[in-house]
């Protein structure tokens, strides 16, 4: 299989890529990480510009080949690929987002990592209602459909506590250009989300999406809230809170 690595993870994160190709080869997988990788092309489809991304569908298709599984940790990121496939009519059933992959494809039923930590899973609305990785709750959820990969493998590593959330699947606000051009709008949803981990009593925030993270972690921090936000690959290898993003304890009042 190959690795897609999105651009923000590059650029941002790029210990998620490392825990993601880790994860993937301690269950036996051979992974190839295409050199110059593009853009999937989220951004201009989000933006209502599908043409103007015609050539990175393009490029894709070029570093990536037409047959290979390609594995992307990031829900957004694989369901624009699906779509910019989908479009150019070369389909788009190959890529996956890396929980799905590991639970779907690999059929993982047990992982050897250790994380005692209370973790709170953060399920992005591009995978659950886009990937259909999930149940939504407002399609009823639970015995409706099926359990999301990502809750599937978290229940897999030792020590883990998931803490119940009152709003299980509510959008962080971030929404790629949304929450630059709703910022207050986008900023009162995030505080929604951060609220409701910290009165579950979570340690820990994970997600398949580190663009949620990124949009939570930084209101985490402007706030002072004692929150470490880590991506699901990051917590799933075991890898501690070396790499979380990390709001610093207010400090005590003068």
């Known amino acids: 299989m190959a690795?897609?690595?999105p651009c923000y993870i590059d650029q941002l994160y790029p210990g998620v890529a490392w825990a993601a190709l880790e994860l993937?080869?301690?269950?036996?997988?051979e992974v190839h990480v295409p050199a110059e990788?593009?853009?999937?092309g989220q951004p201009w489809l989000n933006a209502g510009a599908a043409r103007a991304s015609l050539s990175l569908g393009a490029s894709f298709r070029e570093r990536f080949g037409d047959?290979?599984?390609?594995?992307?940790?990031?829900?957004?990121?694989?369901?624009?690929?699906?779509?910019?496939?989908a479009r150019s009519g070369a389909g788009g059933p190959r890529v996956f987002e890396l929980c799905e992959f590991l639970v779907d494809v690999v059929g993982v039923e047990r992982l050897p990592a250790s994380f005692p930590?209370?973790?709170?899973?953060?399920q992005s609305c591009h995978a659950l209602r886009e990937l259909g990785l999930g149940a939504p709750s407002e399609l009823g959820g639970g015995e409706s459909g099926r359990e999301s990969p990502a809750l599937t493998l978290l229940r897999q590593v030792?020590?883990?506590?998931?803490?119940?959330?009152e709003r299980s699947d509510e959008c962080c606000g971030f929404g790629g250009t949304f929450c630059v051009k709703e910022a207050g709008v986008s900023t009162r949803m995030g505080e929604d989300r951060l609220a409701d981990f910290e009165r579950a009593g979570a340690e820990v925030v994970t997600?398949?999406?580190?663009?949620?993270l990124m949009h939570l972690s930084g209101l985490a921090r402007r706030q002072g809230r004692p929150l470490a936000f880590l991506h699901i690959a990051q917590v799933l290898a075991g890898g501690g809170l070396g790499g979380a993003a990390r709001a610093p304890a207010p400090e005590p009042a003068a």
């Open 67 to 85: 047959q290979v599984p390609v594995v992307c940790p990031s829900g957004s990121c694989a369901a624009a690929l699906r779509r910019q496939l």
């Open 24 to 29: 993937l080869e301690r269950q036996g997988v």
């Open 3 to 5: 690795l897609f690595v």
């Open 117 to 122: 930590h209370r973790v709170a899973l953060h």
């Open 37 to 40: 990788q593009a853009c999937c």
């Open 207 to 212: 997600s398949m999406d580190m663009s949620c």
């Open 158 to 165: 030792d020590g883990l506590s998931l803490v119940e959330l």
